[in-house]
Nanobody, 116 residues
Framework: QVQLVESGGGLVQAGGSLRLSCAAS????????MGWFRQAPGKEREFVAA????????YYADSVKGRFTISRDNAKNTVYLRMNTLKPEDTAMYSC?????????WGQGTQVTVSS
């Protein structure tokens, strides 16, 4: 059974930093693309960042480029999202996603709130 468990969210002041973690279990993820998405109240879920587990290619939404960094730890089966220079508009529920072809899995999410 695939499980994605996020952690690391919280309340931070504008300009601050947080690191989110996504611990993956239940299968081998070497062929998967791991991603972070976010959804703010009243808005649609949007893509934030992604990383190919094999090879490590990374992709970012324009709104977070230069501020957020996605990475993975193969030994721990964990994907991270380092978020720097946070802005109030980054406030959202952040969810981890694992995707391979038509297979898609989601975690429960972790709340990030950035105060101005």
């Amino acid at each position: 059974q695939v499980q994605l468990v996020e952690s690391g969210g919280g309340l931070v002041q504008a300009g601050g930093s947080l690191r989110l973690s996504c611990a993956a279990s239940g299968r081998t993820f070497s062929s998967y693309t791991m991603g972070w998405f976010r959804q703010a109240p009243g808005k649609e879920r949007e893509f934030v960042a992604a990383i190919r587990w094999s090879g490590g290619s990374t992709y970012y939404a324009d709104s977070v480029k230069g501020r957020f960094t996605i990475s993975r730890d193969n030994a721990k089966n964990t994907v991270y999202l380092r978020m720097n220079t946070l802005k109030p508009e980054d406030t959202a529920m952040y969810s981890c996603n694992a995707q391979y072809n038509f297979l898609k899995y989601w975690g429960q999410g972790t709340q990030v709130t950035v105060s101005s």
